[in-house]
């Protein structure tokens, strides 16, 4: 069966400094992966998705990036955090252009 | 842009009130539309989905939803709400591996 793992599951980082979270797929080869940003009242914010190897999509112009460097691995990144940055990150996968979308458990990044 | 559009933020509803949560997608090309709820404290999970085929489509605990083409969209119904239905539902649509989500609605049952 696929599972997707995502971590650290909370971090807290002082502004200016970088960030990096990770995201794996085990299970399932060539999927379409997504970080999205989910806060109060706004739903999730679709920020990047990846449909291969180094092939990203930005959905939403801002202070991160992401980075697809294996088939299976997702990376989310910032070179310098801004407080506005604070929110919850979910990494999730899909299959094909018909997909629903599978997600890990979060990561919580708070920006102080 | 690509959107998808839920106009009801919080719903309170009482037990056995029938339930419809709205949701419109902007995307004109061929969409395959989701409901996702996500309980207090869990992960989203899959209600239902839509690809093809017969719009009304049946999902998990009593779930619902019909899609109308011709007014984009893809309402959640529930003939009798519980109190375990708390939680904030997500419409969502798909098209060419991209996954968009609507801002979601608070649903909110008094016992």
């Known amino acids: 069966s696929q599972t997707i793992h995502q971590w650290p599951a909370t971090l807290v980082q002082p502004v200016g400094s970088p960030l990096s979270l990770e995201c794996t797929v085990e299970?399932?080869?060539?999927?379409?992966l997504y970080w999205y940003r989910q806060a109060a009242g706004r739903g999730l914010q679709l920020l990047f998705y990846?449909?291969?190897?180094?092939?990203i999509s930005s959905e939403v112009p801002q202070n991160l990036s992401a980075s697809r460097p294996q088939d299976r691995q997702f990376i989310l990144s910032s070179k310098k955090l801004l407080l506005s940055d604070s929110g919850f990150y979910l990494c999730?996968?899909?299959?094909?252009?018909?997909?629903?979308?599978?997600f890990g458990q979060g990561t919580r990044l708070t920006v102080v | 842009a690509q959107s998808v559009s839920q106009h009801n933020h919080h719903v309170i509803l009482s037990e056995a009130a029938s339930l419809e949560l709205g949701c419109n997608y902007s995307?004109?090309?061929?969409?395959?539309l989701f409901w996702y709820v996500q309980y207090p404290g869990q992960h989203l999970q899959l209600l239902l989905k839509?690809?093809?085929?017969?719009?009304l489509v049946k999902g998990i605990k009593g779930f619902e939803a019909e899609f109308i083409k011709s007014k984009f969209s893809f309402n959640l119904r529930k003939p009798s709400v519980q109190w375990s239905d708390t939680a904030e539902y997500f419409c969502?649509?798909?098209?060419?591996?991209?996954?968009?989500f609507g801002s979601g609605t608070r649903l909110s049952i008094r016992p």
């Open positions: 969502s649509y798909s098209s060419a591996s991209k996954i968009i």
């Open positions: 995307y004109g090309g061929t969409v395959n």
């Open positions: 990846s449909v291969g190897i180094g092939q």
């Open positions: 999730a996968w899909g299959r094909g252009t018909q997909t629903e979308a599978f």
């Open positions: 839509y690809f093809s085929g017969d719009p």
């Open positions: 299970g399932t080869s060539n999927p379409n």
